[in-house]
Antibody, heavy 122, light 112 residues
């Protein structure tokens, strides 16, 4: 059974940093691209970032480019999102999602984690 | 404002058929990019419901079906059941935006 478990969310002040983690199990992690997608409570979904199976190619939404960094450690079956210079508008539930394929820019998500809540507020 | 437009809510009695529209443009659905649908039960992570316009993953009941025409796609639920009460999101790819995936704003299905 595919499982994705996010952690690392919390309350943080604007301008500060936070690092999210996603622990994956139930599939061969290094065979698939992975993504972060966020959802403002009560609102829609927004793709944040994606990474290919070997970290060779990475993409970001314009809204987070230059502030967020996605990475993965295939030896630990883990995905990460380093979030710097956080803004109030980054407040959301952050989901880790598995892609159906190897490259982040040609598939779609077939499994999602439960999400970790990030609240940016002073 | 979501790139893909969905009605905020639809409702139906048990056993009825409901449809959810997802309207895009020539740079996403109209360009022929696949549309995927997700079901999100309250407090639960999204679940892939339909992929590649009209395909169901293993385990998804055949009460759920997808279609696409022009710049729009639709999700139909036939034989509506109480457990279908959830939020539904469409998703595609857009060639004109600096974002990989675009989503609809979501549609709340209420079973009367």
């Amino acid at each position: 059974e595919v499982q994705l478990v996010e952690s690392g969310g919390g309350l943080v002040q604007p301008g500060r940093s936070l690092r999210l983690s996603c622990a994956a199990s139930g599939f061969t992690f290094d065979d698939y691209a992975m993504h972060w997608v966020r959802q403002v409570p009560g609102k829609g979904l927004e793709w944040v970032s994606g990474i290919t199976w070997n970290s060779g190619s990475i993409g970001y939404a314009d809204s987070v480019k230059g502030r967020f960094t996605i990475s993965r450690d295939n030896s630990k079956n883990s995905l990460y999102l380093q979030m710097n210079s956080l803004r109030v508008e980054d407040t959301a539930l952050y989901y880790c999602a598995k892609d159906i394929g190897t490259y982040y820019d040609s598939g779609y998500p077939d499994y999602w984690g439960q999400g970790t809540l990030v609240t940016v507020s002073s | 404002q979501s790139v893909l437009t969905q009605p905020p809510s639809v409702s139906g009695a048990p056993g009825q058929r409901v449809t959810i529209s997802c309207t895009g443009s020539s740079s996403n659905i109209g360009a022929g990019y696949d549309v995927h649908w997700y079901q999100q039960l309250p407090g639960i992570a999204p679940k892939l419901l339909i992929y590649g316009d009209n395909n169901r993953p293993s385990g998804v009941p055949d009460r759920f079906s997808g279609s696409k025409s022009g710049t729009s796609a639709s999700l139909a639920i036939t034989g509506l059941q109480a457990e279908d009460e959830a939020d539904y999101y469409c998703q595609s790819y857009d060639s004109s935006l600096n974002v990989l995936w675009v989503f609809g704003g979501g549609t709340k299905v209420t079973v009367l």
